[in-house]
């Protein structure tokens, strides 16, 4: 508890006090690319960018579907501002994610189709809190496909 107010005061420090604390020099380090994920993958790219957009557009949560916790480590790496709500269908995998910087595990999506998982992942992030209609989200897919290796997507939406 005490580290993490300690962190949590930390971080606010840096946001309202940019001139004291070289917070857009420490924001703009983080998308050097010195990230232990390959720098060209497709997981990267959609992390910075999902991170980027969250910042630009004001959201209020960044939700990931995925099934190895891959994307919501990397989306953590590059530390939002907002939570990354992480939608699992593993606990075990649920449980890995709890380690990581502003993730929120929720375990919700087995049995689902996959194209009908994001609806299923807002309305988890809405019954849990982290989202209310009229929000700003980004939502994070991942599935394994056979023809793409991997397809990863990115969607920015307005919560109803």
Not at 11 to 39: M, V, W, Y
Not at 41 to 63: D, L, M
Request: proline share 5%; hydrophobic share 45%; aromatic share 4%.
């Amino acid at each position: 508890k005490t580290m993490n107010d300690i962190i949590h005061s930390s971080e606010q420090f840096t946001i309202s006090r940019p001139d004291l604390s070289n917070s857009a020099r420490f924001h703009s380090s983080l998308f050097t690319g010195r990230r232990s994920e390959k720098a060209g993958s497709a997981i990267t790219a959609v992390a910075k960018a999902a991170v980027a957009a969250a910042e630009e557009r004001h959201v209020t949560a960044i939700i990931v579907v995925t099934e190895k916790g891959s994307l919501p480590k990397m989306v953590s790496a590059f530390r939002p501002n907002v939570p990354i709500v992480a939608v699992v269908s593993n606990a075990k995998v649920g449980r890995q994610l709890q380690i990581f910087r502003g993730v929120h595990p929720v375990i919700g999506v087995a049995g689902i189709s996959p194209h009908k998982r994001p609806l299923a992942a807002i309305r988890d992030a809405k019954a849990l809190g982290f989202i209310a209609p009229g929000n700003d989200i980004i939502i994070l897919t991942g599935e394994a496909n056979e023809e793409s290796n991997d397809c990863v997507t990115m969607r920015v939406a307005t919560v109803k």
